[in-house]
């Protein structure tokens, strides 16, 4: 086990924690420490999950409530005016940008991940005629490929091609390939792509890349603009804690705003929606990547949230964020289980798959539900991925340590094994 | 002026209404009267654009708060099982259902209008192979038009053609037209397409129906089932007043269900989502209309809302609708203005369309800013449509009685010809 310190964009990461004791000192030294108490969590509750739901802001609730019971109860059509409902996507978007490393005026908070990436897909495959071609990871979430083939059949002599790893793309990138599409974090592993390379190599054959940022946004920095990415999607209810369903946002580079046409062309995204026009004319900007109304309570909910972001420096959060995660790995190991996460830091998200070592893969459903039952909250995606999340806002690493405590726990007396955890729910 | 009453399914319509003490009068005889408690309405306010945004309704504010701090701060994941919000979306489309005369497993509450639109557009012209027109009235609501337009854009080959009324169908539906979509009440005049009648002109001709019920879901009785449609659409923030940016609804007939596609092909509306395959499979029913994660803090806040619609007859909801239009219209032809919707009951959803008899045609825009500055809340719509919304559920005779009463000294005073309300806002 490495017990020298490594150095990530200039912030120290311990590798050498031992103890919870060292785990408390680390806590108290820690700038984001503050954060914790902008969160409503549980009494006892290590949520190791917030890459699947984030955790509840304090503020959120109070903040729907004004938008239920003022705006809407007491102001109600007046609203959409008064309140900014209808510039809600845009005002989110343009707050959300700074964690995307964004500029302004290239991200929309609407509908969700997999209609976004329907459109974003389709509009691509417009700016490459003659090439038919969409790429994507076979091990991309599956609504992603799904969507590709929604896309590819909707339009039309599409090749919806898939690859089992970003490695073989320089083999796949034939001159018909019209746009990639890559999960930037892999939502069961946590692989994190790098970014930069990827793009380049895409846009070195003429295609283009959609990534897909669900498992990233809100776990570390991003940095679309200087990375050249075309069309960015991801969803708003994970690391970004907007709610269950929160609105997603879509991303498109502001080089590609004036002639990008997407079909979803509904009457939020016309140029002029009040004039009543029969026909379409997209709006000047992000704001052609809109379709219908949108969810204004949940994105208050979504709102809230990014008060907490805004006082986020993203570079101490992902320097925070893989001290976690190493620890946790190094415990897991310790206790008996494999990590299939890349240890390298430029390789990892903000999240830990574990498998076991031996025995039948699918016994990690039955722990992680075991876990659970301790208050120790991750999940398992099948078919043998024990996936744990870490959020650096509200986890501290004294959770992390006794995370792994409960987790070496439950592998060494074996309550796993009994029916009420190895009984299959549909979600968890 | 006619005195005679009539009669809209059994129930008699007072046509001879003359003073606010006939209207108190009415009020107390109205079956109802009780469901105004149920909402929450700014004092002194005069409601008249419930079909634009619903009014709220007076427990939905406590129901979201119990989603958000029970059922996400406290339960976090857990959620997606115990509080059934996976199955959120088919839960509330069947308790929809009754209100669109809808047999349950047929209707899916999720995303925009326009987004459904755009799947059942897709949909049917699948399902009519060699056919490629999609059929419109010019005056539908432009989203629909828009998203016509968007469906042919990405299909390819694929006509949007407009007629300027539905009489003009007859002459339009040659045999290569697939699907007609129609508004079932026009959103600017409140005029009624007879829609067992039309449909049946449609399915002669080998095409498919879609309807589009954004004006008439919870303004009046609707048997979708019974007129054989075959897809339907409609938004829940109007009559249903599910609130701002509320989740639309899809209604697919059942004799589709087994064989049809949509494009946006998501993983909600897999057969298997948490199987986690790498190829689309429809899931059987309804469910195969979803696409991405849909909005739990939206849809509690519908929820709480059919709380209130279960209760509602809606036969009883249809003649007090009628009466209360019939009563704003003679009123308004007697302060001097021309009624635009038309005044036949079968022929009318449940609003009112005005314009100025004589002068500009958008003085209307300031003649409805100086109502509001009266609490008396109706829209306006380019060109020349003053537009006012009637709903039962929270509106009484003499509040319809008032609000004529202020329209009428608004005409007399002539206050609106002040600059205050002269000049244009983005939205009202």
Chains 1, 2 share one sequence.
């Not at 490393?101 to 509908?111: F, H, K, N, S, Y």
Request: charged share 25%; glycine share 10%.
């Amino acid at each position: 086990m490495p017990s020298r310190p490594t150095l990530f964009r200039g912030t120290l990461i311990p590798m050498t924690v031992l103890s919870r004791a060292e785990c408390a000192a680390l806590d108290a030294a820690d700038p984001l420490a503050d954060l914790r108490a902008e969160f409503a969590l549980p009494d006892g509750v290590i949520y190791l999950d917030g890459n699947s739901l984030g955790a509840l802001p304090r503020r959120t609730s109070e903040r729907v409530r004004d938008t239920i019971e003022r705006q809407w109860g007491e102001r109600l059509i007046r609203s959409w005016n008064e309140a900014g409902w209808w510039d809600l996507p845009t005002t989110l978007g343009d707050r959300l940008a700074r964690l995307l490393g964004a500029a302004p005026g290239q991200v929309a908070v609407c509908d969700s991940t997999s209609v976004n990436l329907f459109k974003v897909l389709t509009a691509a495959l417009r700016m490459r005629p003659g090439r038919t071609a969409v790429v994507a990871e076979s091990g991309s979430f599956p609504t992603d490929l799904y969507i590709a083939e929604g896309v590819a059949g909707a339009v039309g002599g599409v090749d919806r091609r898939l690859v089992s790893d970003a490695s073989e793309l320089p083999g796949a990138l034939g001159d018909d390939v019209a746009v990639v599409l890559l999960n930037h974090v892999d939502y069961r592993t946590g692989r994190l792509h790098d970014m930069a390379a990827v793009t380049r190599l895409i846009h070195d054959h003429g295609a283009l890349a959609v990534w897909d940022l669900c498992h990233s946004a809100g776990a570390l920095p991003i940095e679309l603009d200087a990375c050249g990415v075309d069309f960015a999607v991801g969803c708003g209810y994970k690391y970004l804690n907007g709610g269950p369903g929160a609105p997603a946002f879509v991303y498109a580079a502001a080089r590609h705003l004036g002639a990008v046409e997407q079909p979803l062309s509904g009457w939020w995204g016309h140029a002029e929606p009040f004039a009543f026009e029969t026909g379409y004319a997209p709006a000047p900007g992000i704001r052609r990547f809109l379709t219908g109304s949108q969810p204004i309570i949940g994105g208050t909910a979504l709102a809230a949230s990014l008060d907490v972001w805004d006082r986020v420096d993203m570079t101490a959060l992902r320097a925070k964020s893989l001290a976690l995660t190493d620890l946790f790995m190094r415990r897991a190991e310790q206790a008996g289980l494999d990590t299939v996460t890349p240890r390298e830091p430029e390789r990892r998200g903000s999240q830990v798959a574990l498998r076991v070592r031996t025995g039948d893969p699918g016994d990690g459903y039955a722990i992680v539900q075991a876990l659970i039952d301790r208050d120790v909250i991750g999940d398992f995606r099948a078919p043998d991925i024990m996936r744990f999340g870490f959020t650096p806002l509200y986890l501290r690493y004294v959770d992390v340590w006794d995370a792994a405590d409960a987790l070496t726990d439950v592998l060494t007396t074996e309550p796993w094994k009994d029916d009420r955890y190895t009984t299959r729910n549909p979600i968890t």
